[in-house]
């Protein structure tokens, strides 16, 4: 098989994914230029630190059913434009964390991106999000 052809099979098999599961395929990277990246001890540190900071559940509604981080925000990374933070966020400097399901999930980067390009410059990325809360037996709420 050709590498055009691999190519070709590789890409068709992942739009034949994306169409069949209700999370977007989005490369989830290590970093996100402009966020601070941190895990399930650092996002206890900050809230503990910073007593405004929003943080922001980018899943769906059917995701957050199974749990959430309590005090998070219900806001899938569908609905994040610079509206809709400026609505739940006090400033462009205010402390603001976005997280999804885990390190699979790119709604939690679609929706960081998107902050950053609306000007929120104190923007926290909780990559590992509620599947590493969860692993490690933090609390969180159901709906």
């Known amino acids: 098989m050709t590498h055009a052809m691999k190519r070709f099979w590789l890409i068709f098999s992942l739009a034949f994914y994306a169409g069949a599961h209700a999370e977007p395929i989005v490369p989830v990277p290590e970093q996100i230029p402009g966020a601070q990246r941190v895990d399930a001890e650092a996002v206890i540190e900050v809230a503990g630190k910073l007593k405004n900071l929003v943080i922001i559940d ?23 434009n610079c509206r809709s933070l400026a609505k739940i966020i006090p400033g462009k400097s205010a402390p603001v964390l976005f997280y999804c399901n885990g390190v699979k999930c790119g709604r939690s980067v679609v929706a960081t991106r998107i902050a950053l390009q609306c000007g929120y410059t104190n923007v926290y990325w909780f990559r590992g999000g509620f599947e590493e809360w969860k692993s490690k037996e933090y609390p969180f709420l159901h709906e």
């Open 58 to 80: 980018s899943r769906i509604s059917s995701d957050r059913k199974i749990g959430y981080i309590e005090h998070s925000i219900s806001l899938p990374d569908a609905k994040t």
